[in-house]
């Protein structure tokens, strides 16, 4: 398994050998630094713990300060666990070309935030007839009760709330080019969230 923070910078093309334009997301991947090692003896599970994007000192609290004086890494603002194999040894940096142009990877973050939606954007209702009268129901929800029996909303009923800002996995996406000088990863199509979205990039374990 390999693995690896990074964030969204956006989306552009690039051309294939036969002229084809490819969609592709831009992402920023590392460079992180492993701060501390999980292990099955101490922790009861193997994983790595690791640092991105460095962070002035003076915005720390004295403990997480403490965290990183001990394993003498200048602070990171995203500290994260992931699953990694081989050795790592604290301080040892994970870069974007640890991937290859061509492998799978499952990317993970978190979806644009939408605000409060009503049904018809939230579940796509198609709203009600504008004809025979009706003034105020074109976009309404319609019944939600069920009557005199059971006589309760049931659990799970399409209604209007909170759209967006969930954890989305976009999975068995390509690379498409990997920019080792600049820690740039390109993969084919869209990832989740919006510029700047904190992304966890992983190899796919789809299709073994």
Do not use: W
Request: hydrophobic letters at 35%.
């Amino acid at each position: 398994m390999k693995e690896i923070i990074g964030k969204k910078i956006g989306m552009t093309r690039i051309f294939g050998n036969d002229g084809e334009a490819i969609p592709v997301s831009v992402i920023e991947a590392g460079p992180c630094v492993v701060v501390a090692k999980r292990t099955p003896e101490k922790n009861g599970y193997r994983a790595v713990q690791v640092g991105y994007d460095a962070k002035r000192q003076n915005l720390f609290n004295k403990p997480m300060v403490g965290y990183y004086k001990k394993a003498n890494i200048e602070p990171r603002r995203y500290l994260r666990e992931i699953d990694f194999e081989g050795e790592l040894e604290v301080g040892a940096e994970l870069k974007a070309d640890i991937f290859k142009k061509g492998e799978k990877v499952d990317v993970i973050g978190i979806s644009k935030g939408l605000g409060f939606q009503g049904v018809m954007r939230r579940h796509n209702f198609n709203g009600a007839n504008i004809t025979h009268g009706q003034s105020d129901r074109q976009r309404a929800p319609g019944s939600v009760g069920a009557s005199s029996f059971p006589s309760r909303v049931f659990r799970g009923q399409r209604m209007a709330g909170r759209m967006g800002k969930d954890r989305v996995t976009a999975l068995n996406l390509e690379v498409a080019q990997v920019i080792g000088e600049q820690n740039l990863i390109l993969v084919k199509g869209s990832v989740p969230g919006k510029k700047g979205t904190l992304l966890r990039i992983r190899l796919t374990n789809r299709g073994k």
